[in-house]
């Protein structure tokens, strides 16, 4: 038996959460199973749990959309007991159990190798957050953006994605500045690597479709008005890297900054993204994101615990990262 955070929906339609222990043989089948470590509360896993948004596709469901682990048993070749392993996205966690359990059942090619040096603890200190700021940073560098260009925005600074996407940046060269709603955080984004903090309130109202130029590029994980600010007001042939949607899902932006500014908007999906980026986003984090600067920006927590935190979470009340140790 082992402990799992389990949803089910209601007669009323309302999802229920609860902790609970579950049989190895109650998993969904899958080519591998992993003995899992470590897992996350990402703000998906927070729209689950709390049935805010209707992230989960069918019930009963174990949510987790991320995890790290050891495999226990595997009938790919690819794969065998012993090996330490990671997983982002692939419906993990909205189609498929996911990683807030002691074990995970998954398909192979879903699977990423541990990289070397790196802890389980560490991987979901990353996590899916940080492994999307990383494919954020990938997509601004294939669209030409270099340090010299002139500062990078990042919203949602304080959030999973922002607050590394904010240290890996800085890391690179680049001028960072930090869009948050929580400016008693400043020292700690600063010392992140950010070099100017900004109210994120200047960005999140209606704006103009054309704005003064003030980004070479951005990273976005908030949408809505904010992204279309920051479209606004990017420099002639700046990028914008968009991965997220705290503030909606809505764009309510003009044409203006992509025909009359050359801007770029670039998509950035982790859930399907492809194995050989997966794989480059996972090397780069274990090379270019210091060990101390994951450890500062992480809270480890009990399954009860994530619980009573996602809406927290949800609420924009906590910094960084969550990460789960499933068998504390």
Known sequence: MFPALFLTRADSGATQAELRSLAVDELPEGEVLVRVSHSTLNYKDALAITGK?????????????????????????????GDAVVLNGWGTGETRWGGLAGYASTRADWLVP???????QQAMSIGTAGYTAM??????????????MGPVLVTGANGGVGSIAIALLSRLGYAVTASTGRPEEADHLRALGASC???????????????????????DAVGSHTLANVLAS???????????????????????????????????????????RRHRAWQRLAAELPADVIARNTRVVGLGEALALAPELLAGRVRGRLVVDVNP
Do not use: H
């Open 114 to 120: 541990l990289p070397a040096g790196m802890t389980a």
């Open 197 to 219: 903090i900004m109210d994120r309130a200047a960005l999140a109202g209606p704006g103009k479709p054309l704005q003064k130029e003030n980004w070479a590029a951005a990273i």
């Open 135 to 148: 494919l954020c940073v990938m997509a601004l560098e294939a669209n030409g953006v270099q340090p010299d």
């Open 234 to 276: 990017t420099r002639y042939g700046g990028v914008v890297a968009a991965c997220g949607l705290a503030q909606g899902m809505d764009l309510p932006a003009s044409v203006a900054p992509f025909i009359l500014r050359g801007v770029t908007l670039a998509g950035v999906d982790s859930v399907y993204a492809p194995q050989a």
């Open 53 to 81: 948004s209707p992230v989960v596709r069918s019930f009963p469901m174990v949510p987790g959309i991320d995890f790290a682990g050891t495999v226990e048993r595997s009938s790919d070749p690819r794969f065998a007991p």
